[in-house]
């Protein structure tokens, strides 16, 4: 499984394809059942969920959302040319309502002193503000971006998953 989330007062999970959703309200045994052929098929690697919709992030640089009462993904517009195409790597949160896209990215700075390349990790970062507009389509603003290094990282060190923790 590669992509897990809560969505619509259930847990969904996706692999390759095989996608499962399992309803902790439902009797034991009819719990665990295969998820929508449509959200199966549109979800792309992690996710998270912002104010009822389910974003994913393709390696086309594309955000989609996919709405659970309406069984469709839609492409999130307005957001051609401001994130990055990457094959893999991306994780994305929900923070206060705003759609975050976190990502490995790489140094293109020059160092000072001896520290070598190799031990740092450089984290990127997008917040992304998404409204519905008419006939249920999602637009996107990028409204704050960063990069930050961490230069002490272990060798091989790398994001593997990220999530929001309201403390």
């Not at 979800?43 to 389910?54: H, N, P, S």
């Not at 949160?93 to 190799?118: F, T």
Request: charged share 25%.
């Amino acid at each position: 499984m590669h992509g897990c989330a809560s969505l619509d007062g259930k847990v969904v999970v996706v692999a390759d394809r095989g996608g499962l959703s399992y309803d902790p309200s439902a009797p034991p045994a009819e719990a665990w059942a295969p998820v929508s052929p449509v959200l199966d098929m549109g979800w792309k690697g992690r996710a998270a969920v912002v104010e009822g919709i389910l974003y994913s992030y393709d390696y086309l640089g594309q955000v989609k959302g996919y709405d659970p009462y309406t069984d469709s993904w839609s492409t999130v517009e307005g957001l051609e040319g401001e994130l990055p195409k990457f094959l893999c790597g991306a994780t994305l949160a929900d923070v206060g309502g705003l759609l975050y896209l976190v990502w490995e990215g790489k140094w293109k700075g020059k160092l000072k002193g001896k520290m070598e390349m190799r031990s740092m990790v450089v984290i990127e970062w997008a917040s992304i503000q998404i409204t519905r507009v008419q006939e249920g389509r999602l637009r996107g603003k990028v409204v704050s971006r960063d990069t930050v290094l961490f230069p002490d990282m272990p060798r091989g060190s790398t994001i593997t998953h990220c999530i929001a923790l309201e403390l």
